[in-house]
């Protein structure tokens, strides 16, 4: 079946097509039609924040049907961050929602001439004014289109960041789930966009239930006897704060010191105990998304992974429950708690280095991190230099580059690359930037990863076999977020195999895949992204780390005296994609994959 799409003209009005079944037939849907449009129908020479710039939320084929885990999107843009494809991902049932109204794909094209949010409900497409919406969070916003407009009523929406047009504002899901990395909230805020609201329609039946459902079951079986499945079950992704400390990779002070900041190092067992309830997908046997309590009544999300390294570890926070208070700001501000911790501990550092004259945060000052979030969620007459973005930020100090916690861009999650081999060149060469949740690489942190990976497993810090490791995982997550599939449970957790994958693609299409097909798929993905970054990113889109993190060896801890050996595995990992010295496609590449430029 030809995706179908829904083109939003913000001035002009809508339409309903379908995609050429060629793109279907090379990119599937999700991610992977989101890169085909934006490198053939959005113009070179448009500016990121331009009101031609597309806004792309995609689905993929699982979406919609009864299998559990599939009910996320994907939604791309040209990213204000980085210059090239920004993407950002959420689980949760909106993107379900989308293809159960009859769309695959909504393109957002132009700008509204004032605040509205879009609403569809079947075969109607409208949008109304959003004024009584402006200023709510993002929880108070989904629950007021919710009572406005029918419990069955999904929402996507911005928060006041988005509002405000912070550089790293993010979409939130349901009020639940946080569209991360950053980057295209503050996009849809431009737009004047506040929220899309659909109408949750009957589950879709794949073209082969039986074998949808023989899948769901074989993965459904693997995850109620996995131990990392069970560990995951509990605490989410700070599951993996244990192992993150035993191998040094929670370093404190924007990466200056290699010992962690007391308070964190059971931080994993005490999120556990305050776990009151589970905000994960309905029907997944491995949720991994959880509500804490913040105030009686009132829950938050429980901080994960990168936000317990972030703020806690990066900018020396050690209360959980500032922690928790943090994660629940972000969520309804509408940040990514990534990129807004990132900017905080660069701040931190640029004022304790007094490369910025002002005083008004400091290493693990609680009171000072909250105040300063918080003015991330209102419009200044004069911006605030922390809504930025790190990479905006470094050019207003002087010198500060080599402790600048972003690559190409996009800031680095609090992981650091020093202890994580696979994690650094993740970091490295990824074309939206420095996130190394573009190919999900959580494997280092996985005592017993999976028999299907290529290669045999490393210890953290070792180079043997990390390039195939890395590649089979960016095409594995591109191939996840084509088909739908979430990538929390496929990569995160490891509980779809490539097989399993396979048959999951082949049920919700109809069209009968290979492995060879598989790979294809994600390689060509892969390989169209990293087009659009060398040809349109800012600053040439080099793949190396900030000289901190290449250059400065940890003086303690696990990862004491370690540096990733980068050049040498970007040549093998130029090689292996089938690109030249530099890092670019070959022509010869492009013919084999049928990509063309």
Known sequence: MALRTLTIDLERGHVRQQLPATVERDYLGGRGVVAWL?????????????????????AGPLAGTDAFATGGFVVGTRSPLTGAIGYSWAQGHWGAALRRAGHDVVVIRGQAPSWVYLLIDGNQVRLRPADHLLGRDTVATAEALRAELGNDIRVACIGPAGEAEVAYASIVAEGRYIAEPAGTGVIMGAKKIKAIAIRDGATLVAPDQRRLAAAIEVVRRRVETSELAAGISRAGSAYFLDRAVEWGALTGRNGLDGD???????????????????????????????????????PAPLPDLELVAGFGARCGITSLDALTVLAGRCLRLGLDPVATSAAVAFLMECQSQQTSRAATLTWGDEQAVFAAVERLGARHEKRDVLSLGVAEMQEIFWGSGAFAPQVKGLAMPALDPRALTEVALALATSPIGGDYRYAMTYEELVPNPPAWLPDEPAQPQAVKGKVMRLIWHERFAAM??????????G????????????????????????????????????TLERLFARRYADNGARDELPARWRQEPLEEGRAAGHLPELPDMLAEYYGRHGWDANGDPTPARLAELGVKV
């Open 480 to 489: 996840l977020d084509a088909t739908g599939m979430c990538r929390r449970l």
């Open 38 to 58: 934006l490198w053939h129908h959005l113009p070179p020479e448009t500016p990121p924040m331009a009101p031609e710039n597309l806004l792309i939320f995609a």
């Open 491 to 526: 990569l995160m957790g490891y509980q779809v195999s490539p097989g399993e994958l396979l048959a999951l693609a082949t049920a919700a299409t109809g069209t009968q895949l290979g492995g060879a097909d598989m790979a294809r798929i994600g390689e060509r993905i892969i």
């Open 260 to 298: 962690l900041p007391a308070g964190l190092a059971t931080a994993r067992e005490e999120l556990e105990q305050r776990r009151t309830g589970n905000r994960g997908c309905v029907g997944c046997p491995m949720p991994c998304y959880f509500d804490t309590q913040q105030h009686p009544g009132e």
